[in-house]
């Protein structure tokens, strides 16, 4: 049974610095893409930062970009959010996501997601 487990979401202020971790178990983690999503109330949900399946390549949306880094750790079978500066518009329920064709880090495509995790960026 796949299973990805988000943690690190809170409240925070503006400037403030966050880490999601994502949880991986259940599969074969090396051999997904992985990505970050989120969804904002009212919004659909937007892609925002995606990884190959060995960390060599990323991808991070322009508004997040400079901001926040995807990065992964094969032994743990997580991968990461890095979000610093972060801002009142990043409010948002962020998701974990693995997609099986491992080089879509600039368009992962989700196999599987996780529950999510609430960010919330006070001003």
């Known amino acids: 049974q796949v299973q990805l487990v988000e943690s690190g979401g809170g409240l925070v202020q503006a400037g403030d610095s966050l880490r999601l971790s994502c949880a991986a178990s259940?599969?074969?983690?090396?051999?997904?893409?992985m990505g970050w999503f989120r969804q904002a109330p009212g919004k659909e949900r937007e892609f925002v930062a995606g990884?190959?399946?060995?960390?060599?390549?990323?991808f991070h949306t322009d508004s997040v970009k400079g901001r926040f880094t995807i990065s992964r750790d094969n032994a743990k079978n997580t991968v990461y959010l890095q979000m610093n500066s972060l801002k009142p518009e990043d409010t948002a329920v962020y998701y974990c996501?693995?997609?099986?064709?491992?080089?879509?880090?600039?368009?992962?495509?989700?196999?599987?997601w996780g529950q999510g995790t609430q960010v919330t960026v006070s001003s």
């Open positions: 996501a693995a997609d099986a064709s491992k080089r879509n880090y600039n368009k992962v495509v989700p196999d599987y």
């Open positions: 259940g599969v074969t983690f090396s051999l997904y893409a």
């Open positions: 990884i190959s399946w060995s960390g060599a390549r990323t």
